[in-house]
């Protein structure tokens, strides 16, 4: 089976990413990258195990990703202004 290995450059975007991300919105770094990675798997077949695990961890976490999600927005907001 085809499996995607991700370049020292593109793991390097993701961990700057995360941390950017961090900084703006207070949350978790590991709770950012869940969430990328939930995301991830949304606009993304699934493509081996752990990109359905990945998917199931999210999927059953919505609801505390969803007021995390809000928490981050309001405090991107309430930053700008």
Known sequence: MWRRVY??????I??????????LTKMR???IESLRKFNNRLKHALRNRSDV???????????EL????KKAADLA????I
């Open 77 to 80: 907001i309430l930053a700008r």
């Open 53 to 63: 695990t990945a998917f199931q961890s999210g999927e059953s976490r919505l609801g």
């Open 29 to 31: 770094k590991q709770e």
């Open 7 to 12: 370049s020292k450059n593109e793991y390097s």
């Open 14 to 23: 993701h961990i700057k990413f995360d941390a950017k991300a961090h900084r």
């Open 66 to 69: 969803v007021r995390n999600l």
